[in-house]
Each structure stands twice: as structure tokens, then as C-alpha cells.
């Protein structure tokens, strides 16, 4: 058993006096409750054995919340259920709509009417929020009745309460945490967050309040960079609210209205503070800004325009085309030092890259800002573009990566910087890397994808053109010209050799280990035989045509 997990019998002198039958009154009810709290604090296993005695602690504890009570004893009480409610076994007799009622109550989740007037009242209904936040995450039966007590409306009607209140940080926080569990464990929550309670607008105010944006004009918020950290309170309840709105914003790909569009570009303007603000530590930096990079992925992409604004006359201000980059900056970092990590990549790195090939293919001006870091002119090909420590030696490692979602998104973001140009992506990551993505898009013969991009050429530096003659198209780097073995060759010892690689293609292909594959004329894979045959009447019509 783990450290704190609670013996017999002193479970069984806590259950007499939360019953009234050990004396006391509710002193000695808070005195034991106290101890006990304090003993399972880092208790998350509890004993199957006691599961009846907890199952009536829980009962016993509502009992004694229902009453009157003064907030000392009520604080102790609550600590005490949060940690029964880690357990979901004994969760029964605590999900019936009773108990949910007297919780919301203590979390000041009623009418409308009642203020945040006391604040001796705050520990209590921060202790009543964090048990329905674990009563939730672990009871079904919970999270449908608290569609039936609508109890999202409430939390945001609290979200309002909390508006420009001064000690409420941590209300605040595990308000916007149980928001996001509830649009996470229910559909039908999220959707009325969406569509009745104005879910975006509530928690994006709540993210503003956060992060204290302060606006300059519309979509651009004040830069001060003599501004402090974050506190850690200020950035739990960002990334709760971050991650809230993720779950909301789900399915908003496409903007229907001019106030859903300046809703999303609003969000995007203070996602771009976030991505500029810092946290406490390097560990919750990264964390807020990972939860802004998630929520960025739902933004319509034609509202992130608003994450590079003209640029300012700061020497600080990282600057292309007289536009303010220093957000985008940012998430070139936080991608370099994902790839870095060298874990998790699906879940870690994918949604970053995601957002940047989005913003590269709708954004010019992001596009040539990103391609001049990741992709810069060519100088020195001695070495295989996968080789090395730059950015684009990274991402063409990812080219080739076990996982496909990883190497997928890699190989796209690197074709969308070469404007979609099978050659120009060649260039700079070599046929055998690239060959995945080509054939996934058709695109083995050459070519170009579907997307338009403007027509500025790429320059070539006098050392690649140089060197281009001696790239191997295969690997991607210069090569020493190497002997022919078949200069010493006689042609009987050609045709030989060349047979008896005929013979190992035909062996390996008959016993089904190699399928021999050609290209389309439209550029896609088929068996040899097919892509012969389509090879030949394509070119016969071509013929017949002219």
C-alpha cells in the first residue's frame, strides 16, 4: 500500500465522529477530519477493504454540509470528500442530483443573485469545486446529471462573478477547469458552451483577464517588455481557459458570420500576447504556450493574419517585410525544440507544425519569413540534407520517421515552403527522402501540388550551381564521381551480371516478397504491368492526337 493510506481503525474513529456518535460536536468532527486530510493528502490507492466505511464517510460528510455549518469545518469536510472522490467505487452514494445540489451550493453555483461578497467564503467554494471536479472526471453518472442541473450556465454565470474581483484567482482557475472537463466528457455540453451560453466569448474574456491584455487598437495588444512573469495562479488560469476553449472551438473551421470572424480574430490577437508572455518557470512556459498552439490549430486560418502585425520602430521587434514576426518566432522555437525532445512527437510536435503549414500556406508573408530560417539558400551540399543540426536537417530526419502521421506533416510543411514545387523540395531534401510525400500526392513524375503561391523564383547561390552538376539526385548531396565497374567489364560478362539480377527481381517477385511498382502517367504508383500498359496508351493517344 502506498504512503498516507489509511489503516482500520483510525478510518473507523473518523466515521463515528463525522456520524455523531463519537461526541463532540462539529469541533471534534473538523479535529479528526483535519488529521485526516493531512495524513492522505498524497493518497490516490486506497484499501478495498475499508471501500464500505469511505462509501459512508461520503454520505456522512454531505450530511454534515447540508447543515449549517461554520467555514472551518465546512473546509475540512470538503478537503476530506476531495480525496475520498479520487476513488471511483465509492462515488455511488455521492452522484445522486442531492448531493450535486449541495456542492454547487458551497461553490456559490446558484442564482444568478449571489455575489462574491464574503471572502471567507472563497476556500469554501474553491474546496466545492475541486470535488466536482474529480466527482466528474470520475462518475458518468455525475456528468449526466450535470447536463440536467445545467450546471456549465452556472459556471459561467461564477466566470462573470469573478469579473474584475479582486482574490478569486483560484475560483477562477478551477471554475475554468471544470468547464473544461465538462466540455471534454460531454457533447452535448460543448455544444450548448458553443451555441446558448456564448462559451467563446466567456472564456476568451476569461483568457484576456488572465494574461491583462492591454489593447493598443483592434487585434494588437500592448508589448511590455519589462513586464514580469506571469504568477503561477495568472498561468493555471490561462492554460485552463486555453484548454476550455480548445475543446469549444473543435469545430470551427469554417466562419460562417463577420462576428464569428472578429471573434476568432480577437482570439488570435491575444493568443499572440500569450505566445509573447512568459510563465514562472521554463516548464509552465512551455505548457501555456503549448495549450496557445493547440487552440491556435482551431482558429479559422484566415483569421491568423493578426498574429504579425506592421512592425513598430522598437531595434528589438523581429522584423521581414515591415511586419512585427516575433509570434511566429516563437513557434519556429517551440518546433526546433520539440524535434529536440525527441519523444512524443505526435502529440507534441505535430499540432505546432500543423499551425505553421497552415499559416505558410495562407500567409505569404509568414511563409517567406519561415523558408528564409528552415530552407535558407544552399551553399554547402558535401553533406546529406538529413546530416546535421539545422532545422532542415531535422525536419528531413522527420521525412523518414516511423510514424506516419510525423513524417507526413514533416515532408507537407517542408513542400508547402517550396510553394508545393516537386524540384525545388528535391533540392533540399533529396529524392529518397521526399519520395513518401510524391507518391502519397501523385507527384513521383514531378510537378507541382494544387495550391497557388505567388510567382517570386527562388535564387540559386554561385556555390549550388557549382556543385549541381555532381548532386546525387537520390541522396541529395555532392558526391566524388565514383569508377564505373562495367568500364572492365567484356559485354558477355554485362549480360551476365545483368541476368542474374533479372533472375533475383523475378525470384524475390514470385515468391511475393517485392512487388515491382511503376509510375503513372499522372504520377501516381501501380504494379509494373499496369503502369506499363497505361504507360503505352497514353502515349499512343498522344499520338493518335497529333
Known amino acids: 500500500m502506498e504512503r498516507g493510506a489509511e489503516p482500520g481503525p483510525e478510518l473507523g474513529a473518523v466515521l463515528e465522529a463525522v456520524e455523531g456518535r463519537g461526541g463532540g460536536g462539529a469541533e471534534a468532527v473538523e479535529r479528526v477530519l483535519a488529521w485526516y486530510n493531512e495524513e492522505n493528502r498524497a493518497t490516490f490507492r486506497f484499501d478495498p477493504a475499508d471501500e464500505d466505511k469511505r462509501k459512508k464517510l461520503c454520505e456522512g460528510i454531505l450530511n454534515i454540509l447540508e447543515k449549517d455549518t461554520k467555514t472551518s469545518c465546512q473546509v475540512a469536510c470538503l478537503e476530506a470528500l476531495r480525496i475520498l472522490s479520487r476513488d471511483k467505487k465509492v462515488l455511488v452514494p455521492v452522484t445522486t442530483k442531492r448531493n450535486m445540489q449541495i456542492l454547487m451550493k458551497l461553490a456559490k453555483l446558484g442564482t444568478v443573485e449571489d455575489p462574491l461578497e464574503r471572502v471567507s467564503e472563497f476556500p469554501v467554494i474553491v474546496e466545492a469545486l475541486k470535488c466536482l471536479c474529480n466527482i466528474i472526471f470520475n462518475s458518468s453518472v455525475a456528468q449526466k446529471l450535470s447536463l440536467e442541473l445545467n450546471l456549465a450556465a452556472m459556471l459561467c454565470n461564477l466566470l462573470q462573478k469573478c469579473k474584475d474581483r479582486q ?39 476569461a483568457l484576456e483577464s488572465s ?220 529524392y529518397g527522402n521526399a519520395a513518401g510525400l510524391l507518391a502519397a500526392r501523385g507527384l513521383l513524375a514531378g510537378g507541382r501540388g494544387d495550391h497557388w503561391y505567388s510567382d517570386d523564383e527562388d535564387t540559386d547561390t554561385e556555390e549550388y550551381k557549382s556543385a549541381k552538376p555532381n548532386i546525387n539526385l537520390i541522396t541529395g548531396h555532392l558526391e566524388e564521381p565514383m569508377p564505373n565497374p562495367m568500364d572492365e567489364m567484356t559485354e558477355e560478362q554485362k549480360e551476365y551480371e545483368a541476368m542474374k539480377l533479372v533472375n533475383m527481381f523475378d525470384k524475390l517477385s514470385r515468391d511475393e516478397l517485392i512487388k515491382p511498382m511503376g509510375v503513372r502517367p499522372d504520377g501516381t504508383m501501380a504494379p509494373l504491368e499496369e503502369a506499363v500498359s497505361q504507360y503505352h496508351t497514353s502515349k499512343q493517344e498522344s499520338s493518335d492526337s497529333d
Open 167 to 205: 482574490l478569486v484567482d483560484d475560483i477562477k482557475c478551477f471554475d475554468l477547469r471544470l468547464l473544461f472537463l465538462l466540455s471534454l466528457l460531454h457533447t452535448d455540453i460543448r455544444a450548448q458552451l458553443r451555441q446558448e451560453l456564448q462559451g467563446v466569448q466567456v472564456l476568451t474574456q
Open 211 to 430: 494574461l491583462s491584455v492591454r489593447w493598443t487598437e483592434e487585434y494588437k495588444a500592448a508589448e511590455d517588455r519589462d513586464r514580469l512573469p506571469l504568477s503561477l495562479q495568472e498561468t493555471d488560469c490561462a492554460i485552463e481557459a486555453l484548454k476550455a476553449l480548445f475543446n469549444v472551438t473543435l469545430d470551427s473551421w469554417n466562419v460562417h458570420s463577420k462576428n464569428e470572424s472578429h471573434q476568432f480574430r480577437y482570439m488570435a490577437a491575444i493568443l499572440r500576447h500569450c505566445l509573447l508572455t512568459t510563465g514562472p518557470t521554463e516548464e509552465k512556459t512551455e505548457e501555456l504556450h503549448s495549450n496557445a498552439i493547440n487552440l491556435l490549430s482551431n482558429v479559422p486560418v484566415s483569421c491568423l493574419d493578426v498574429l504579425i502585425n506592421p512592425s513598430s520602430q522598437e531595434e528589438t521587434d523581429i522584423k521581414y517585410n515591415g511586419m512585427n514576426m516575433g509570434a511566429i518566432q516563437i513557434l519556429l522555437d517551440f518546433m526546433e525544440r520539440r524535434i529536440d525532445k525527441g519523444s512524443s512527437y505526435r502529440e507534441g510536435l505535430t499540432p505546432v507544425l500543423s499551425l505553421l503549414t497552415e499559416c505558410c500556406r495562407t500567409h505569404r508573408n509568414i511563409r517567406k519569413f519561415i523558408k528564409a530560417q528552415v530552407l535558407p539558400p544552399l551553399r554547402d551540399v558535401s553533406n546529406r540534407p538529413e546530416v546535421g543540426t539545422t532545422v532542415r536537417n531535422k525536419l528531413v530526419r522527420l521525412m523518414t520517421h516511423v510514424d506516419l502521421g510525423v513524417k507526413q506533416i514533416a515532408a507537407e510543411f517542408l513542400f508547402v515552403l517550396c510553394k508545393e514545387r516537386v524540384d525545388s523540395l528535391l533540392k533540399y531534401t533529396g
